[in-house]
C-alpha cells in the first residue's frame, strides 16, 4: 500500500515566520500535487511538481520535488493570516493519487 | 452555477439506512471522483469514474455503491449506512488522468450515521 506521511501534522506560527512541511514517501510518484483546503470547502490545486529535483514558486511558496519523485516539501516565507488552512499533499502514479493526511497551519496575526 | 456541486451538504441518518449522496459537475470532464475525509487519514478514493459507464473501485469501496449514466452525474449510495461511514465526502472532477491533471473538487458532503 502506498502510502504518503506529513509532517508535521499541526503547526501554529507568528506572522512573518518562516516554516516547511514535508511530504515523504517509501513509492515513487509520476507527479507530487499540493493541494491548499480550507475549513467547509474541498482542497484546491496550488501546484503540480514532475519532474525530479523541480522548484516550483508561487509567490511566497516554494515547492520542491526530491530528485528519486518519493518525497517534496512547502516552503512558506514570512507566513500571513491568510495562509492559515489544512496543506495536503497528494501522489499520483498510474491510475491513483494518494493523499497524505495533511499540515494544519495556523498563522496568529 | 458552473463548476462541482454536491448535495446535500449536510446529512443525518440512522444505521441501516439507504443514502444516496449527488455529485453534478457542468465542465464535461471525462473523470470524477469520490473520496472520504477522515481524521488522520487525509482523502480516501471509493470509487472514480473515467467516463459515463465506466467505474472502477478505489482503497475503500466496501459499502458503497456508484454509478455513472449521465457525463455530468456521479450518486454515491451507501447501501446499508453504518457508523464507520461517518465522515465528510468529496466529489472531484478532471479532464483527464495523466498524472498533471488538476481535480476540482465540490465543497463537500458531511455525513453523520447515528
Known amino acids: 500500500t502506498q502510502l504518503l506521511e506529513q509532517s508535521p501534522q499541526f503547526l501554529s506560527i507568528q506572522e512573518g515566520e518562516n516554516l516547511t512541511v514535508y511530504c515523504n514517501s517509501s513509492s515513487v510518484f509520476s507527479s507530487l500535487q499540493w493541494y491548499r483546503q480550507e475549513p467547509g470547502e474541498g482542497p484546491v490545486l496550488l501546484v503540480t511538481v514532475v519532474t525530479g529535483g523541480e522548484v516550483k514558486k508561487l509567490k511566497r511558496l516554494t515547492f520542491q520535488f526530491g530528485d528519486a519523485r518519493k518525497d517534496s516539501s512547502l516552503h512558506i516565507t514570512a507566513a500571513q493570516p491568510g495562509d492559515t488552512g489544512l496543506y495536503l499533499c497528494?501522489?499520483?502514479?498510474?491510475?491513483?493519487?494518494?493523499f497524505g493526511a495533511g499540515t494544519r497551519l495556523f498563522v496568529k496575526a | 452555477d458552473a463548476g462541482i456541486t454536491q448535495s446535500p451538504r449536510y446529512k443525518i441518518t440512522e444505521t441501516g439506512r439507504q443514502v444516496t449522496l449527488m455529485c453534478h459537475q457542468t465542465w464535461s470532464h471525462s473523470y470524477m471522483f469520490w473520496y472520504r475525509q477522515d481524521l488522520g487519514h487525509g482523502l480516501r478514493l471509493i470509487y472514480y469514474s473515467a467516463a459515463a459507464d465506466i467505474t472502477d473501485k478505489g482503497e475503500v469501496p466496501d459499502g458503497y455503491v456508484v454509478s455513472r449514466s449521465k457525463t455530468e452525474n456521479f450518486p454515491l449510495t451507501l447501501e446499508s449506512a453504518t457508523r464507520s461511514q461517518t465522515s465528510v465526502y468529496f466529489c472531484a472532477s478532471s479532464e483527464s488522468f495523466r498524472g498533471r491533471e488538476t481535480q476540482y473538487f465540490g465543497p463537500g458532503t458531511r455525513l453523520l450515521v447515528l
Open positions: 497528494a501522489g499520483v502514479g498510474g491510475f491513483k493519487t494518494i
